[in-house]
């Protein structure tokens, strides 16, 4: 049972030793420096990037620890965000009760541990929603998504964080693998083609749309299949996934009722100097001018959480992890993923036409982590 | 010859009225109001008396916010000329008596009437002296001006409602209104065939400058109609083409390529009545973006040079047939509580959305 107060469970020394990580200066790297250190995966480079890992997770973790225990409204008390503290705080004791890593056993000990760190925290996104879920309920009533900017501007910073965390530990795994894709460093393509990557996304898209109402739109993809540059795939995946999975939705519900053939959904590839731009056009019917704010939000997700209020968040089985693991949390999610490399994700649209996504993504690769 | 200071004048009681005019509560009017306001002789008197008290109250808090600029704009000469155009139109608006007839009216309407002409080339004046400011500071990048950016934003989109306020009350005497429209505003405008006159506005002055222009693909439906005021959407949507049109010609001038046509979506929806403009122009990179919202980088040639004389062949009607660019046309979108938006593929083009509200019931934004 996750208990109410931080003091509660955990030794006093725990608390201090918390907030004074949490108040230690995090070292954001950028994509090109990940790229560059990871090109050369010796086991003294690895050995340097546990040793950063070990003092630079700590400190990310400590924050977060902090913020889950003072969210307005009384957040903080709610059972699910309760739980997430505590996955937290069992990986800050994981990380600072590691002892020094000195060799390549150590470093191999080092990179097991921080990957089962990862794993704990696998259902981190739909648990907070339950927690938000769980704080909507006790609220008035007439309470708006537009009261509650606190929280939204606290998940924010706390994905964001979470996109960082799970990177840096990712990246570390993945340089142990003896036999690396071509191009590859890690989770990142040296030569991402971007065309390549919408193509699959959108196709996976199309699946879903298919399996939901026994149809999909068409997607059209227009760019230079020869222009490649350095990136994240799965992460420009999801976001292309999100995005023409809304805009399918979209074009299937306008056109359900109508003889005329739906209207493809359009996606363009530009490469400029500073940014790759990937604009997904539908013609499903546009968003309101005033609605537009929500769909940024947490709190109107229109995502079905797969926890719900009778889960018993103690014992969640395999099946639902690797179902929580095929949705992203909507749009919101997919900008902070745009925003972490140095990007970012604008929606605009035209009410009784369609939607407009623009995704540009950094092609320097140098904007360092956000860090917040 | 321009004063420098109000209170070097002799006529200290002025800039106390000034002062307490400038803090009076102003009245905004919505489109819906304006429209639902026809010209009867009753209406007309009561519009008269609305403008004699609302004008001097709006005219007031610019001449006392450019009094107090930052940087030394307001000593600038072209500033302290605005200034005094402002003070001058303030003291015909005070110096009027109440207005009880039909002939006090008369004589009201051709006296706001000549207000507005007087007042005709605040922004390239206005500009001219943001300019002398530049010059004197050249180290001041764009971002370091916010708070003139600011202050530009406020002014220009306060003129616009000026000016709404008196050409809608003189056009309401006009005797053979046109069909379906009420002063300025058309109950029945089609967005679709001012997008069309607008942009054939704009390919002209394409074919002048390039010797040829890209074809602009409209789609949108012809029967859509909502009252707005036609010569405020054709000003927006006259300076996004040009630009969109320019950006072609540019990227395709040395090429075998045809140029790419521009692309108009209209569309309606329950809120708004949404424009899309999208070119293939090459697009402007992220950073630069911002840029293009700003004063101080208008890339349009200022029809007025240093002595304020009007350079050429340059009349108030072409000055006028200008908008100040895209900042601008902006502020004639929000006034009306729609916006204008515009985002950029670098490599590829841009697309300009102009939202348009519907309903016509957003009151004036009053700065």
């Not at chain 2, 109440?98 to 005709?120: A, C, P």
């Not at chain 2, 009252?227 to 075998?256: C, G, I, T």
């Not at chain 2, 790419?260 to 403009?277: N, Q, S």
């Amino acid at each position: 049972m996750a208990a109410k107060k931080l003091y509660e469970s955990f030794s006093k020394e725990l608390i201090e030793e918390v907030h004074r990580w949490g108040s230690m200066k995090q070292t954001g790297v950028s994509l090109k420096y990940m790229m560059e250190f990871g090109s050369k995966p010796t086991p003294r480079n690895l050995l340097i990037s546990s040793q950063f890992l070990h003092k630079e997770l700590p400190m990310r973790i400590a924050r977060r620890v902090i913020d889950l225990q003072t969210l307005p409204y009384g957040l903080s008390l709610k059972p699910a965000v309760l739980k997430v503290r505590d996955w937290y705080l069992d990986s800050f004791r994981d990380l600072r009760s590691f002892p020094d890593i000195k060799d390549e056993n150590d470093e191999l000990e080092f990179t097991k541990m921080i990957n089962l760190v990862k794993v704990r925290h696998n259902n981190v996104v739909p648990m907070m929603a339950l927690g938000v879920q769980q704080l909507k309920k006790d609220l008035h009533p007439k309470i708006d998504y537009k009261d509650l900017d606190e929280i939204h501007q606290f998940l924010d910073r706390f994905y964001m964080s979470r996109i960082g965390i799970r990177m840096l530990i990712g990246q570390h795994v993945a340089l142990h693998d003896p036999n690396p894709p071509p191009d590859c460093v890690g989770y990142i393509h040296t030569k991402m083609s971007p065309l390549e990557v919408a193509r699959d996304a959108s196709e996976d898209a199309r699946s879903i749309c298919l399996r939901e109402y026994g149809s999909a739109p068409k997607v059209n993809i227009y760019g230079d299949p020869n222009f490649t540059f350095l990136y994240v795939p799965t992460h420009l995946h999801l976001m292309v996934f999100e995005l023409v999975k809304n805009s399918l939705r979209a074009v299937e519900e306008r056109f359900v009722d109508s003889d005329k053939v739906p209207p493809p959904v359009r996606i363009i590839v530009a490469d400029g100097l500073e940014d790759v731009t990937i604009k997904i056009s539908d013609e499903g019917g546009g968003i309101p001018r005033s609605g537009l704010p929500k769909i940024f939000t947490y709190l109107y997700s229109t995502a079905r959480n797969p926890l719900d209020e009778h889960s018993d968040l103690d014992t969640i089985d395999l099946a639902t992890v690797s179902t929580l693991a095929g949705y992203g949390y909507g749009l919101p999610i997919s900008r902070l993923y745009a925003r972490y490399f140095g990007g970012d994700l604008q929606i605009i649209s035209m009410e009784g036409y369609g939607t407009d996504a623009y995704l540009h993504l950094s092609r320097l690769g140098d904007s360092q982590e956000p860090l917040p | 010859m321009a004063k420098k200071k109000l209170s070097d004048s002799l006529v200290k009681e002025l800039a106390e009225e000034v002062k307490e005019w400038g803090s009076m509560k102003q009245t905004g009017v919505s489109l819906k109001h304006m429209m639902n306001f026809g010209g009867s002789s009753k209406n007309l008197l009561i519009s008269a008396q609305f403008v004699h008290k609302e004008l001097p109250i709006r005219i007031a808090r610019r001449v006392i916010e450019l009094e107090n600029l930052p940087y030394g704009l307001s000593s600038k000469n072209a500033v302290l000329q605005v200034r005094d155009w402002y003070l001058d139109s303030f003291r015909d608006l005070r110096s009027y008596p109440e207005i009880k007839d039909k002939n006090d009216d008369l004589k009201f309407t051709q006296m706001v009437k000549m207000i507005k002409v007087r007042h005709n080339n605040v922004v390239p004046m206005m500009a001219l002296g943001v300019k002398q400011l530049k010059k004197e500071r050249p180290q001041f990048d764009y971002k370091d001006l916010k708070e003139v950016h600011q202050f530009l934003d406020r002014f220009y989109l306060s003129r616009i409602g000026i000016r709404m306020l008196i050409g809608q009350h003189v056009a309401l005497h006009d005797p053979n209104p046109l069909p379906n429209c009420v002063g300025y505003i058309h109950t029945k405008m089609s967005p679709l065939e001012v997008v069309r006159d607008a942009s054939e506005d704009a390919r002209s002055i394409c074919l002048r400058e390039y010797g040829s222009a890209p074809e602009v693909n409209i789609y949108g439906d012809p029967n859509l109609t909502f009252p707005y005021v036609p010569s405020h959407l054709h000003m927006m949507v006259f300076e996004l083409v040009k630009n969109s049109a320019r950006a072609v010609q540019e990227r395709f001038m040395d090429s075998d390529d045809d140029a790419p046509p521009i692309r108009i979506i209209v569309a309606g929806g329950l809120e708004d009545v949404t424009i899309k403009i999208s070119d293939e122009g090459g697009g402007i990179p992220r950073s630069g973006l911002p840029k293009i919202f700003t004063y101080l980088y208008s890339t349009a040639e200022n029809p007025l040079d240093e002595d304020f004389t009007t350079t050429g062949a340059a009349t108030a009607c072409t000055m006028a047939g200008y908008g100040y660019g895209i900042p601008i046309s902006r502020l004639y979108a929000r006034y009306f509580g729609g916006d204008l938006q515009i985002l950029s593929m670098e490599g590829y083009g841009t697309d300009a959305f102009l939202h348009l509200l519907r309903l016509g019931d957003s009151q004036e934004p009053l700065p």
